[in-house]
């Protein structure tokens, strides 16, 4: 196998970063074999990298090494007006080949929450930018879609016309929304994998594999970041889930501390955080292992605990012992 041929198929990853095997063998006219000995060999050398397996094999370039087992697209919008989101996702399915990489069911719901979010974020979070990423990983796909405008959970709080955006996250965590287009990153929350949204001053992550819902309090964030994850050859379907989603009660864990960090909820902010919750049966509170809790941290969990009864317990976790026996004196 000549050198100058193999370079030339290196050349064409290059110009495309993204390619499968289907492809090569297209645009150079050669045989499946001829194409593994050349790919083989630049895998070997680091010039390219390797993602998936069978059927499912897309090549990537390796550029300056900073590609690790991942395919990367990413774009910074500058302006939203007039933006097509179904032209937006083009872009990013052929950039990274997403038909020949993705599943059927799995190219389906990527598609479909890709747009539907965008059309969101154009429709109700009064951006003038946008900053879209998308990574396919050997077993799964994501993509992150973050606007500046006014934050979801505020928009939706305003929608849905609460108090807070602590109580506008409860409310979409159980459905119990209105307006359409809501309803619909609601489903999407549960129809994907793993599913993360970042707000103002909330951080969650719908965990779908385990069942589980993760709730923290984050310094402002302005906008939006939501990131959808799915496997790429998942057995979800989109049409079956459009039907009706028929899950149990998730888990529920709330951090009051943030690992690393001496952040935490003023007394006010933690009140509304904590009754947002309330009717949250399967609820964990997580203090993170954090030794210095503040006084009044004892007294909003501990009057919390007590209006909940013991017949909705809540589980405490990573709590140092002190802040259990105050706890236990308090209640």
Known sequence: MKAPAREKILKFISEKKTVNGTLLRT????????????????VEMGKVVRLGS????????????????????KKYYRTVKGLNPNEVFNYYSESLVLKDILNKNAYEIIKYAFISILNNALK??????????????????????RDYGIGIFYALQKIINVKSEYLALASFITGNIKGMDKKTVFFLSKLA??????????????NNLNNSIVAESIMKKRGSYI??????????RLDKYKKGIKQEAPYLTLKLFRKGKRYVLTQLKLMAFLNGFDRFDRLTLDIMGEKRVPEYVYGMVSEFLSKRGKSRDVNIKNAPKSFIKMLEKRI
């Open 227 to 236: 990131k959808f994850t799915i496997k790429r050859r998942t057995n979800k």
């Open 27 to 42: 645009h150079f006219g050669v045989s499946r074999q001829a194409i593994n000995i050349h790919i083989q060999k630049l």
């Open 193 to 206: 994998d793993k599913f993360q949204i970042k707000s103002h001053r909330l951080n969650v992550v719908f």
């Open 54 to 73: 069978k059927t499912g094999t897309i090549y990537v370039y390796a550029e300056d090494n900073e590609i690790k087992g991942k395919a990367r697209a």
């Open 124 to 145: 109700y979070s009064e951006t003038k930018i946008l900053f879209i990423y998308m990574e396919v990983k050997e077993k799964n796909i994501s993509f992150i879609i």
